[in-house]
T-cell receptor
Framework: GAVVSQHPSRVICKSGTSVKIECRSL??????MFWYRQFPKQSLMLMAT?????????EQGVEKDKFLINHASLTLSTLTVTSAHPEDSSFYIC?????????????FGQGTRLTVV | EDQVTQSPEALRLQEGESSSLNCSYT??????LFWYRQDPGKGPEFLFT???AGEEKEKERLKATLTKKESFLHITAPKPEDSATYLC????????????FGKGTSLLVTP
């Protein structure tokens, strides 16, 4: 069964509005979750690392005020795209790994296709 | 800077025609190399993890191998259901839990 649940799978929003994407770890508690972004025919690009109970760590070039991350519990992280614009349209994917072990596979959610019109 | 390069970008095979996908990497201390399968509009699905040169892993028609500079994903007698994008990712020793992905190889297997 699924290890990671991501919701919604698709969302269309108007330019200037905000969109929230949820990522739930179903099988284990995850103190760390990851948010990736994928453009067509491109690789997954890490946007940020979500840390339970503390601030997220953002990759270079990712605006933390635009992509708000909240990791309020050990099984839930949310990504909010604020004041969305058409260039934010992309495929957003979250990932979890079992903490305490560096050598484990990452499990991915089913992704969220965001279209900003 | 860590780099992951996959080739070819796209590959078309006939059913039963075996081939290999390549993942070349440059990383400051490899902790692990991962292979994933991604279907259109879906998140990546885990296939293999390789940790050291010389290691091999198999699963059904797929076999992954690792050297100090590259990894191969061998597909033996592929079927149309093997059509997908195959992603390679590396984890460096100084990168925490994050993975650095290649752009993938889009595989199409025709009947």
């Amino acid at each position: 069964g699924a290890v990671v649940s991501q919701h919604p799978s698709r969302v269309i929003c108007k330019s200037g509005t905000s969109v929230k994407i949820e990522c739930r770890s179903l099988d284990f508690q995850a103190t760390t979750m990851f948010w990736y972004r994928q453009f067509p025919k491109q690789s997954l690009m890490l946007m940020a690392t979500s840390n339970e109970g503390s601030k997220a760590t953002y990759e270079q070039g990712v605006e933390k005020d635009k992509f708000l991350i909240n990791h309020a519990s050990l099984t839930l992280s949310t990504l909010t795209v604020t004041s969305a614009h058409p260039e934010d349209s992309s495929f957003y994917i979250c990932s979890v790994r079992r903490t305490g072990s560096m050598n484990t596979e990452a499990f991915f959610g089913q992704g969220t296709r965001l279209t900003v019109v | 800077e860590d780099q992951v390069t996959q080739s070819p970008e796209a590959l078309r095979l006939q059913e039963g025609e075996s081939s290999s996908l390549n993942c070349s990497y440059t990383v400051s201390g490899l902790r692990g190399l991962f292979w994933y399968r991604q279907d259109p509009g879906k998140g990546p699905e885990f296939l293999f993890t390789l940790y050291s040169a010389g290691e091999e892993k198999e699963k059904e028609r797929l076999k992954a191998t690792l050297t100090k500079k590259e990894s191969f994903l061998h597909i033996t007698a592929p079927k149309p259901e093997d059509s997908a994008t195959y992603l390679c990712a590396v984890q460096a020793r100084n990168s925490g839990y994050a993975l650095n992905f290649g752009k993938g190889t889009s595989l199409l297997v025709t009947p």
